[in-house]
């Protein structure tokens, strides 16, 4: 295998292409997983970011076999920023910030006088989305205010330097239209504009949506945020008893299948 050419222009959207790629496919990996953890499990460090790190690894496999060439770098877990390389001053807060991967390119498409411009990290977020098991948070407020809102804000500036970044969402219960409604209601009230269904749009059950967001204290600006939202569900619906199994499986030919999300463009 040969690597990757990245020509000197549009290197960054060709990063992007391959990164979103692999990740669609770590997703369908996970999403076909047997076992996943209910919960953040802090005593064995088991968590559904652990669980796709491992399936990043095998797609990142796959897709090289697919294209017949390498890549040259991969994602690393739960890394601290990248400091502004043009600035020589103290450490500032946003650097003790961790997004939940990033993933790096050397951009020789950027200005030598900026390192900035070449040393680029794209960066990802992921978040529970749905009912909480427990019903003790509002995860899909969460996904705006402790997800969408560190790529706009000087607390965290995530995807800092770069043009775009991406969110996993974890679907784990309730109806894919009730979480993108209460999503962009919070983005609203956040003065935020909505989720869109992407042009890509669903394939696999994973759902794509855009969002360009407007951040005047970060460049670039506007940011396209990515999100893939990936269909978890059947993770952590109830087992049914077998008193419960039996009626369902005799209503079967009465009962009509729900149908998939088809979320409108804008």
Do not use: C
């Given at each position: 295998m040969s690597q990757p050419l990245i020509g000197n222009k549009n290197s960054w959207s060709n990063f992007e292409k391959y990164v979103l790629e692999i990740f669609n496919i770590a997703l369908v990996m996970l999403q076909e997983n047997t076992s996943l953890p209910i919960e953040e499990d802090s005593v064995t460090g088991d968590s559904l970011n652990r669980q796709l790190d491992i399936c990043l690894s095998h797609a990142a496999l796959k897709w090289e076999?697919?294209?017949?060439?390498?890549?040259?770098?991969?994602?690393?877990?739960?890394l601290r920023q990248q400091p502004d390389l043009s600035s020589d001053e103290i450490m500032h807060d946003y650097e003790r910030t961790k997004p939940d991967f990033q993933w790096t390119l050397k951009d020789r498409s950027g200005n030598s006088d900026n390192l900035n411009s070449i040393y680029k990290s794209y960066a990802i977020e992921c978040k529970r989305i749905g009912k909480d098991i427990s019903s003790r948070r509002n995860l899909n407020k969460e996904y705006v205010s402790k997800g969408i809102l560190r790529f706009i804000t000087n607390s965290h500036r995530y995807g800092q330097f770069t043009s775009s970044g991406l969110m996993i969402g974890y679907v784990q219960s309730s109806d894919l239209q009730v979480i993108l409604?209460?999503?962009?209601?919070?983005?609203?009230?956040?003065?935020?504009?909505?989720?869109?269904?992407?042009?890509?749009?669903?394939?696999?059950?994973?759902?794509?949506?855009?969002?360009?967001?407007?951040?005047?204290?970060?460049?670039p600006s506007p940011l396209e945020l990515r999100h893939l939202w990936v269909d978890l569900r059947h993770h952590y619906e109830p087992k049914k008893t077998s008193a419960e199994k039996n009626e369902s499986d005799s209503k079967k030919q009465k009962v009509q299948k729900p149908k998939s999300l088809k979320m409108k463009s804008k």
């Open positions: 076999q697919i294209h017949e060439t390498e890549i040259p770098t991969s994602p690393s877990p739960n409604d209460e999503i962009n209601t919070t983005a609203i009230s956040s003065t935020l504009p909505e989720l869109v269904i992407s042009p890509q749009g669903s394939e696999q059950s994973i759902s794509r949506l855009d969002h360009k967001l407007q951040r005047p204290d970060i460049e």
